[in-house]
């Protein structure tokens, strides 16, 4: 709706109790994804914690990706597996180990290990609550697990912070 | 089970994927709650963040209470109220605004504003994940909305933080 879209990137006067099935909720660009940040930092001005709602549709997931927050994932639907490359090797993630999780699991990424969430199961969305410190989200991002952690790429601000950064104004010498 | 008392307090080894439903839950001395502590400071070893599944049965409460930490609730399953005291009396948190809490709703406690959640609701459980930032929680109680700022309490080590609390040695000045 219009209210939804006009306070979508207002970090002040938030309400104080919000009906989450009522929040903006989009794809961003990622097919299969459905995102909700329902506390975000650059959207409603929280400072340290970060809380999202995200639904991998089968088949979808996140990039292999790392960051230096720490992260915890609440699963509260569906299976899936949990792609995590240790940070035993210094050059590139390297093969990551593979991990189910399930309904009612929680896991959570040691800080700077390269990481994948996917859907794997054919038939049912897996949904998550995601919690991040330290927000707005910085993350690099490897095309694949052989990529040298030199080479991966910052993407900031994440895909659902882009509509809502404010880049820092760039001073004029002259 | 003697394996889960004996993680219990464990930060180091803690098992990237857990099941939920096999972590230890108490009411840890408070009559109608359920607590887990799913990702936890003192517990598990997390810096930034703290993630715990609440529930209250019918009546039950938390202390009306205040911390400087961010704060964010989601409402898993139930109805209750969310009673929160702005910081609009320097002297005491005066008569608070009360909201009313629902299944898939979220809401967040503004820094050091004096709040209270209760399952109002006669019948259903009501089932919270509760989000903290800056582990483990410094909470200040209030016996009544009316007791001035000065005389709230400070409960550290929190209720399911007592068993993991190693207190500061104290130094043998002989
Ligand atoms: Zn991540
Ligand atoms: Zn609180």
Known sequence: SATVEASYCSNEGVQTVRNI???????FGRPGLSHITIAGSLL????????????FAPGAHTPIHRHSCEEVFVVLKGTGTLYLATSSHPKHPGSPQEFPIFSNSTFHIPVNDAHQ?????????????????RPPAKVFTYEDWLMPHTAARLKFPYYWDEKCYQAPPVKDEL
Do not use: A, P, R
């Open 21 to 27: 099935s009522e929040l903006h909720q989009d794809n």
């Open 44 to 55: 409603h001005g929280f400072k340290e914690v970060e809380v999202w709602l995200q639904t």
């Open 117 to 133: 969430v996917w859907n794997t199961n054919e038939s049912e969305d897996l949904q998550v609550l995601v919690i991040i410190s």
